[in-house]
């Protein structure tokens, strides 16, 4: 496995989840991780385990170096001042996970889109695609001073023809898969690079606590689509990927990762 230790990353939606887990798989190889999300010690609003202060303490005990921010991603200032502190320290970012996201704020499930609460627009677009799009904005410059990667988390399903059957959830997830590549088009003449990544049916603390044993067989762990984000960064011809959204799967095949519950073959 390369080592990151000099690599500089910033993972938004951290304290659980999918974010959690990508920021766990980058302190294993000794990165520095600012860990950002509105979830803290200090001011919970979930009931599901995990704050920024339990990821950075976990992303340093991997062995990076865990800086745990609370930020509600909904509130532009607070990026900004992420940004600024990063740039302050730092000089530059080597890796952005756009990764805030407030689906799961309301109970999911899919049907007509006049039967589905409007409420859900402000979780997916504004707290999602919005977020995706503000942090990206401010971490542009600190980009493309290190030619850094930006990474989108979304979801795509080739196969459906309205993602869970959800209007919003499908406009949410399409809209991310377009910024990645509007991101990759403007940052692509200054030697940055923009993707975005689509997980598989993951076990994040949500989907447990939602479906409990009624998990289906072949779920992913939250660390499988941190190995993705880590092969990626290591790879120095990542731009050939500048725009598109890839499936976590394609890239363990492409890389030869696993996951962490089928044996491991670590990307090389």
């Not at 290190?146 to 209007?167: F, K, M, N, Q």
């Not at 949410?172 to 598989?200: E, F």
């Not at 076990?203 to 779920?219: C, H, N, Q």
């Amino acid at each position: 496995m390369s080592d990151n230790s000099d690599s500089v990353a910033v993972v938004t939606g951290a304290a659980r989840g999918i974010g959690r887990g990508i920021a766990l798989v980058l302190g294993e190889s000794g990165a520095t991780v600012y860990v950002t999300d509105r979830e803290s010690r200090d001011r919970k609003s979930s009931e599901l385990p995990g704050t920024v202060e339990d990821t950075a303490e976990q992303v340093t005990e991997r062995g990076g170096h865990g800086i745990a921010v609370a930020v509600d991603h909904a509130a532009d200032d607070a990026v900004a001042a992420l940004f600024e502190r990063v740039g302050d320290e730092h000089g530059g970012l080597d890796l952005l996970v756009a990764n805030a996201f407030d689906g799961n704020a309301l109970p999911f499930a899919g049907g007509p889109f006049w039967t589905l609460p409007l409420l859900h627009w402000r979780n997916m677009v504004d707290n999602g695609v919005r977020s995706h799009l503000v942090a990206a904005w401010y971490a542009a410059p600190l980009l493309i001073e290190r030619r850094g990667l930006a990474v989108l988390t979304g979801y795509t399903d080739p196969h459906s023809e309205v993602i869970a059957g959800h209007a919003f959830y499908d406009l949410a997830m399409t809209a991310v898969s377009r910024l990645a590549r509007s991101l990759a088009h403007d940052l692509r003449p200054h030697g940055a690079t923009a993707l975005a990544i689509s997980p598989g049916f993951t076990r994040t603390e949500a989907i447990v606590a939602a479906l409990g044993d009624g998990l289906p067989p072949g779920t992913d762990s939250v660390e499988f689509p941190g190995r993705a984000v880590r092969a990626l960064l290591q790879d120095p011809d990542v731009a050939r990927h500048a725009g598109r959204t890839i499936p976590v799967a394609e890239l363990a095949q492409e890389y030869g990762f696993r996951d962490i519950d089928t044996g491991t073959t670590e990307p090389t």
